[in-house]
């Protein structure tokens, strides 16, 4: 068993700082650095890095500071988007709308599934998320008057309050980034607070706490919750991005990815998890441009990072600086 | 003779054909130091997770300031003052010190429920929890996390989360397990310091702590009581003797 | 609702359970001895049934392509465990759940290089083809049948390995302690290959049964592996009988579910409701029986370890 180091939020390294601050920097300074031939398309592409970092943070939140390794993240995300493309196709297509029902309805599924799996431990607990992950794939799939298995086009994207927002690249570009960047101050701010005190207590000794007086089942649901809900915005800008709606969003595979995402970053610090999504996206984009074969390249490359960068992006960049110091 | 603190009837538990706990009553009073010895397997620390509520009795009743908790999970009992120690240092490995000690604190200060605003600069909290670590010994090594203490000083944390509590009952479950002669002595002494101030139910092989300790000692062989009484009663009790103590008394 | 239709899908149902239960027991075994968590585990279903279509083309010989696909894939499997899973098993389950996708991304990939993305399909044994009366009015393929067969007969032959024989003794121990047996002086890492090596087995042979009755493409192994997960997750892992119940549970219900499911609606709502809500209800009412089980018994209905 890997030992990693106290969770970020537990500590107060100037790293913990000094690296979001310059990831989120970088991110806000790309549509300036883009050059104007490729700019939609580098804005298209990160912003969807973007999007799935929202996911991937709320994700950290469960895997990296609460030991809950969720496999049916993708669901939040999937219901999310549903929100966005059933409301569009009964013609509600504004955000002031769409959103609070995005965020609701992943959420409620969070409550009730939560309910559900957090009685569970280990190896159960990643099977049963797994599942409930693939139950909505297959209940996405068979909603004959919303695309069923084919999915459903968004006829435009949200309006916010009546004035067409997120059409321009650019706008909605910093609208994502408005919104990763509240996603990441909120978990920020939630996992050193008392409440993220005692969710990383039950990470650490649950029987511990308990005997001094918690009741950790409730708080793992809080953030279950919390987390989907954030899933759901995410899955919210998704449609918005993509102006599509697939059952494939829900798939165990997709959530598979958002825990890659995660892994890939460096679980427990937030801010991998955005590195993560970046590192998966570009390597999902330059691959796929090499052969469609892709994944026969990046399968070994998941075992190699696993079998040997356990730490992520984030391990490796810290191995760096130490043995340059 | 006011309510006892703690009291135990007929409890009873199994483990496959294995009778641990063979109709255990046991009452403890207030202020009262009671000790509960017997040879490894009697089903002590049996005992203490079935008061504690991780581990469901077949049958019998707890009972809690004469409130019947026997089906009340392991959170609740502590909320309504129930703290221990482990065998097994059982503490936050990768929070400090000072922060395993005031998220115990925490517990009994407000709701926990609080998602915004630094729970590691609540001053309230910090200086309370300060004050257990600085009375147990450990004042220096606050901000340590907890797994690079020595195993000494991890014993001493445990006493310091449940101290922390302000419990209404405190259960130790060998605090002296592993340490060496000094760090017995100095914990001895805090025990010994806090006498008095609320009820103890103390499980020990440390027969020198014991004595030192115990108004009351309560012998459990096979998971039954043998005999329980004064020290000097206990240690005079033939059976009790012939049973446990024998060499012991060397 | 004729009763023969009935009857149809219950033995449809008890079909599917069968190659679940192929597919659970391998593993079940394989998380209750080894405490390895495979996903990859679709990957050997898959590569049975491509396997069997290929030694098939060589052989014209559907026999001679069962026992060649059945070695190939139990070698493959063999070479999967010593490149990358035997490093897996000292890591936690969030290390062998990734790398194990990882392995799902190869090798579906693969499959995809060396034969295409278009199903491929292998023809039922002449003998073996055409469709049986069981009863008045109840035509049944015989090669379901013999799936069935096969299946049940597997099925005894692994209860009475694990029951009475040496090696089985040891997988049951192992499934409740493995330390424990190892500490015993038992070469854990030869038990270990065994009970790999069975459970690919299972998988493969799982693989060439539904190839003549089922599309052979890319990425038929990951939807059986979730039930798959379901199964052992409700029968408790590391218990082969808790595989076999579960897996019967599972197939019936889905298989019952998705046939009766608007028809089931129709008595309570309109014909157009129950269409649109009946399919959607009916994949979502193992999970929901998952969901139902864990609730009352959160590791499972026979957990090996107990509770």
Same mark, same amino acid.
């Given at each position: 068993?890997?030992?990693?180091?106290?969770?970020?939020?537990?500590?107060?390294?100037?790293?913990?700082?000094?690296?979001?601050?310059?990831?989120?920097?970088?991110?806000?300074?790309?549509?300036?650095?883009?050059?104007?031939?490729?700019?939609?398309?580098?804005?298209?592409?990160?912003?969807?890095?973007?999007?799935?970092?929202?996911?991937?943070?709320?994700?950290?939140?469960?895997?990296?500071?609460?030991?809950?390794?969720?496999?049916?993240?993708?669901?939040?995300?999937?219901?999310?988007?549903?929100?966005?493309?059933?409301?569009?196709?009964?013609?509600?297509?504004?955000?002031?709308?769409?959103?609070?029902?995005?965020?609701?309805?992943?959420?409620?599924?969070?409550?009730?599934?939560?309910?559900?799996?957090?009685?569970?431990?280990?190896?159960?607990?990643?099977?049963?998320?797994?599942?409930?992950?693939? !139950?909505?794939?297959?209940?996405?799939?068979?909603?004959?008057?919303?695309?069923?298995?084919?999915?459903?086009?968004?006829?435009?994207?949200?309006?916010?309050?009546?004035?067409?927002?997120?059409?321009?690249?650019?706008?909605?570009?910093?609208?994502?980034?408005?919104?990763?960047?509240?996603?990441?101050?909120?978990?920020?701010?939630?996992?050193?607070?008392?409440?993220?005190?005692?969710?990383?207590?039950?990470?650490?000794?649950?029987?511990? !706490?308990?005997?001094?007086?918690?009741?950790?089942?409730?708080?793992?649901?809080?953030?279950?919750?919390?987390?989907?809900?954030?899933?759901?915005?995410?899955?919210?800008?998704?449609?918005?991005?993509?102006?599509?709606?697939?059952?494939?969003?829900?798939?165990?595979?997709?959530?598979?990815?958002?825990?890659?995402?995660?892994?890939?970053?460096?679980?427990?610090?937030?801010?991998?998890?955005? !590195?993560?999504?970046?590192?998966?996206?570009?390597?999902?984009?330059?691959?796929?441009?090499?052969?469609?074969?892709?994944? !026969?390249?990046?399968?070994?490359?998941?075992?190699?990072?696993?079998?040997?960068?356990?730490?992520?992006?984030?391990?490796?960049?810290?191995?760096?600086?130490?043995?340059?110091? | 003779?006011?309510?006892?603190? *703690?009291?135990?009837?007929?409890?009873?538990?199994?483990?496959?054909?294995?009778?641990?706990?063979?109709?255990?009553?046991?009452?403890?009073?207030?202020?009262?130091?009671?000790?509960?010895?017997?040879?490894?397997?009697?089903?002590?620390?049996?005992?203490?997770?079935?008061?504690?509520?991780?581990?469901?009795?077949?049958?019998?009743?707890?009972?809690?300031?004469?409130?019947?908790?026997?089906?009340?999970?392991?959170?609740?009992?502590?909320?309504?003052?129930?703290?221990?120690?482990?065998?097994?240092?059982?503490?936050?490995?990768?929070?400090?010190?000072?922060?395993?000690?005031?998220?115990?604190?925490?517990?009994?200060?407000?709701?926990?429920?609080?998602?915004?605003?630094?729970?590691?600069?609540?001053?309230?909290?910090?200086?309370?929890?300060?004050?257990?670590?600085?009375?147990?010994? *450990?004042?220096?090594?606050?901000?340590?996390?907890?797994?690079? *203490?020595?195993?000494?000083?991890?014993?001493?944390?445990?006493?310091?989360?449940?101290?922390?509590?302000?419990?209404?009952?405190?259960?130790?479950?060998?605090?002296?397990?592993?340490?060496?002669?000094?760090?017995?002595?100095?914990?001895?002494?805090? *025990?010994?310091?806090?006498?008095?101030?609320?009820?103890?139910?103390?499980?020990?092989?440390?027969?020198?702590?014991?004595?030192?300790?115990?108004?009351?000692?309560?012998?459990?062989?096979?998971?039954?009581?043998?005999?329980?009484?004064?020290?000097?009663?206990?240690?005079?009790?033939?059976?009790?003797?012939?049973?446990?103590?024998?060499?012991?008394?060397? | 609702? #004729?009763?023969?239709?009935?009857?149809?899908?219950?033995?449809?149902?008890?079909?599917?359970?069968?190659?679940?239960?192929?597919?659970?027991?391998?593993?079940?075994?394989?998380?209750?001895?080894?405490?390895?968590?495979?996903?990859?585990?679709?990957?050997?279903?898959?590569?049975?049934?491509?396997?069997?279509?290929?030694?098939?083309?060589?052989?014209?010989?559907?026999?001679?392509?069962?026992?060649?696909?059945?070695?190939?894939?139990?070698?493959?499997?063999?070479?999967?465990?010593?490149?990358?899973?035997?490093?897996?098993?000292?890591?936690?389950?969030?290390?062998?759940?990734?790398?194990?996708?990882?392995?799902?991304?190869?090798?579906?990939?693969?499959?995809?290089?060396?034969?295409?993305?278009?199903?491929?399909?292998? #023809?039922?044994?002449?003998?073996?083809?055409?469709?049986?009366?069981?009863?008045?009015?109840?035509?049944? #393929?015989?090669?379901?049948?013999?799936?069935?067969?096969?299946?049940?007969?597997?099925?005894?032959?692994?209860?009475?390995?694990?029951?009475?024989?040496?090696?089985?003794?040891?997988?049951?121990?192992?499934?409740?302690?493995?330390?424990?047996?190892?500490?015993?002086?038992?070469?854990?890492?030869?038990?270990?290959?065994?009970?790999?090596?069975?459970?690919?087995?299972?998988?493969?042979?799982?693989?060439?049964?539904?190839?003549?009755?089922?599309?052979?493409?890319?990425?038929?192994?990951?939807?059986?592996?979730?039930?798959?997960?379901?199964?052992?997750?409700?029968?408790?892992?590391?218990?082969?009988?808790?595989?076999?119940?579960?897996?019967?549970?599972?197939?019936?219900?889905?298989?019952?579910?998705?046939?009766?499911?608007?028809?089931?609606?129709?008595?309570?709502?309109?014909?157009?409701?129950?269409?649109?809500?009946?399919?959607?209800?009916?994949?979502?009412?193992?999970?929901?029986?998952?969901?139902?089980?864990?609730?009352?018994? #959160?590791?499972?209905?026979?957990?090996?370890?107990?509770?």
């Amino acid at each position: 068993m890997v030992a990693l180091p106290a969770p970020a939020a537990q500590r107060s390294a100037p790293a913990d700082v000094i690296a979001p601050a310059l990831i989120f920097v970088a991110l806000a300074a790309v549509p300036l650095v883009a050059s104007v031939g490729a700019q939609t398309y580098v804005l298209d592409l990160v912003s969807r890095i973007m999007i799935f970092a929202i996911a991937a943070v709320a994700l950290d939140v469960l895997i990296g500071y609460g030991g809950l390794i969720s496999f049916g993240h993708a669901a939040f995300v999937g219901l999310g988007a549903y929100a966005v493309g059933i409301l569009s196709a009964h013609g509600f297509g504004d955000a002031l709308i769409a959103l609070p029902v995005a965020l609701a309805a992943s959420a409620l599924f969070a409550l009730a599934t939560g309910a559900v799996c957090l009685r569970t431990h280990g190896v159960y607990f990643i099977m049963i998320t797994l599942a409930f992950s693939q !139950m909505m794939f297959f209940t996405a799939a068979s909603l004959a008057p919303y695309g069923g298995d084919d999915g459903l086009t968004v006829r435009a994207r949200s309006t916010i309050a009546g004035f067409a927002l997120m059409r321009d690249a650019l706008s909605f570009y910093y609208i994502v980034f408005a919104c990763l960047l509240a996603t990441y101050l909120l978990c920020r701010a939630l996992l050193g607070s008392r409440f993220g005190r005692v969710f990383c207590g039950g990470r650490e000794n649950p029987i511990r !706490m308990a005997s001094i007086g918690y009741d950790v089942f409730r708080y793992q649901l809080v953030a279950y919750v919390i987390a989907g809900a954030i899933g759901g915005l995410s899955g919210f800008l998704l449609a918005n991005a993509v102006e599509f709606v697939s059952p494939a969003y829900m798939s165990w595979q997709r959530s598979g990815e958002l825990v890659i995402m995660v892994l890939l970053g460096g679980m427990g610090t937030l801010y991998g998890a955005v !590195m993560g999504a970046a590192a998966f996206v570009l390597a999902e984009e330059w691959l796929s441009g090499l052969t469609e074969h892709w994944k !026969m390249i990046f399968g070994p490359l998941l075992v190699l990072v696993v079998l040997f960068a356990r730490g992520g992006l984030v391990g490796l960049a810290a191995r760096l600086v130490r043995s340059k110091a | 003779m006011s309510e006892p603190v *703690l009291r135990i009837e007929a409890l009873c538990k199994h483990f496959g054909g294995l009778l641990v706990t063979d109709s255990v009553t046991l009452a403890i009073n207030p202020g009262e130091l009671h000790a509960v010895i017997g040879p490894n397997g009697a089903g002590k620390t049996t005992l203490i997770n079935q008061i504690s509520g991780l581990i469901r009795p077949d049958a019998g009743r707890i009972e809690l300031g004469g409130r019947d908790v026997t089906a009340l999970p392991t959170h609740a009992r502590a909320a309504l003052g129930v703290a221990r120690s482990f065998q097994i240092t059982s503490v936050l490995p990768r929070f400090s010190a000072l922060q395993n000690v005031a998220l115990a604190v925490q517990a009994r200060s407000g709701s926990s429920f609080r998602f915004f605003g630094r729970a590691d600069h609540e001053r309230a909290l910090n200086e309370e929890a300060e004050a257990v670590l600085a009375e147990v010994g *450990l004042g220096a090594r606050a901000h340590v996390p907890a797994l690079a *203490l020595s195993h000494g000083e991890k014993r001493v944390l445990e006493l310091a989360i449940a101290l922390a509590m302000r419990p209404k009952l405190l259960l130790l479950d060998e605090p002296m397990a592993g340490i060496g002669r000094d760090e017995t002595e100095r914990l001895i002494a805090v *025990l010994r310091a806090l006498k008095g101030r609320f009820p103890v139910l103390l499980v020990e092989h440390d027969m020198t702590a014991v004595f030192a300790l115990a108004d009351r000692i309560s012998v459990l062989i096979y998971g039954r009581i043998l005999a329980s009484g004064a020290p000097d009663v206990v240690r005079a009790d033939p059976a009790v003797i012939a049973a446990y103590l024998g060499d012991e008394m060397e | 609702m #004729p009763i023969t239709l009935l009857i149809v899908q219950i033995l449809n149902g008890l079909q599917l359970g069968v190659i679940l239960f192929l597919i659970a027991a391998g593993l079940t075994l394989v998380f209750g001895v080894m405490n390895f968590v495979n996903l990859a585990h679709g990957v050997q279903y898959m590569l049975g049934a491509y396997l069997a279509v290929m030694f098939y083309g060589l052989t014209e010989n559907f026999a001679a392509a069962l026992v060649l696909a059945l070695a190939m894939a139990l070698l493959l499997g063999l070479a999967l465990e010593f490149a990358v899973f035997r490093h897996l098993y000292d890591r936690d389950h969030l290390d062998q759940v990734i790398a194990t996708l990882g392995v799902i991304l190869f090798v579906n990939q693969g499959v995809k290089f060396l034969w295409g993305a278009a199903p491929l399909s292998l #023809p039922i044994p002449d003998i073996l083809s055409g469709s049986v009366v069981l009863m008045p009015g109840l035509l049944y #393929p015989v090669w379901r049948l013999v799936v069935i067969l096969a299946g049940l007969l597997v099925a005894a032959l692994l209860f009475i390995l694990v029951a009475y024989t040496r090696v089985g003794m040891l997988v049951r121990a192992g499934a409740t302690n493995a330390p424990m047996v190892s500490a015993l002086g038992v070469n854990i890492r030869r038990l270990f290959m065994i009970v790999f090596g069975f459970g690919t087995m299972l998988a493969g042979f799982a693989g060439v049964m539904v190839a003549p009755i089922l599309s052979v493409e890319p990425g038929m192994g990951d939807s059986i592996l979730i039930l798959a997960f379901v199964v052992i997750v409700i029968g408790g892992i590391g218990s082969i009988r808790g595989a076999f119940l579960g897996a019967l549970l599972i197939g019936l219900v889905d298989t019952l579910g998705r046939s009766f499911s608007v028809d089931l609606l129709r008595l309570v709502l309109d014909p157009s409701a129950a269409r649109t809500v009946g399919p959607a209800l009916a994949s979502m009412l193992i999970y929901l029986l998952m969901a139902l089980v864990l609730f009352i018994r #959160p590791a499972g209905l026979f957990p090996a370890q107990g509770r």
